[in-house]
């Protein structure tokens, strides 16, 4: 079973830009497909970004242009670079694994973004 521990939120202004880390540990996950997600207050958990072992990756169309996914195998770490920060962005995001074609799941416990107007 992987462990994940998301860092790097915080409160910036509209516009602005915060880099996410998503940090595993227990297996190495160059194996594993790992994503990014989030979920604002009264919301769903919804999708934002993955990336497959091989490197693919895939946005949603609210972040796509402004969010970067990307992976550091050797670290064991998966990062989230948003730029351009919206107020609608605003939430706490979560790092997920795959192993295979299941469900993401192993969440961290999140960590809160604010975009203030």
């Known amino acids: 079973q992987v462990q994940l521990v998301e860092s790097g939120g915080g409160l910036v202004q509209a516009g602005g830009s915060l880099r996410l880390s998503c940090a595993a540990s227990?297996?190495?996950?160059?194996?594993?497909?790992m994503g990014w997600f989030r979920q604002a207050p009264g919301k769903e958990r919804e999708f934002v970004a993955t990336i497959g072992w091989s490197g693919s990756t895939s946005y949603a169309d609210s972040v796509k242009g402004r969010f970067t996914i990307s992976r550091d195998n050797a670290k064991n770490t998966v990062y989230l670079q948003m730029n351009s920060l919206k107020p609608e962005d605003t939430a706490v995001y979560y790092c997920?694994?795959?192993?295979?074609?299941?469900?993401?799941?192993?969440w961290g416990q999140g960590t809160q973004v604010t975009v203030s107007s």
């Open positions: 997920g694994a795959r192993s295979g074609t299941g469900d993401f799941g192993s």
């Open positions: 227990g297996r190495a996950i160059r194996t594993y497909a």
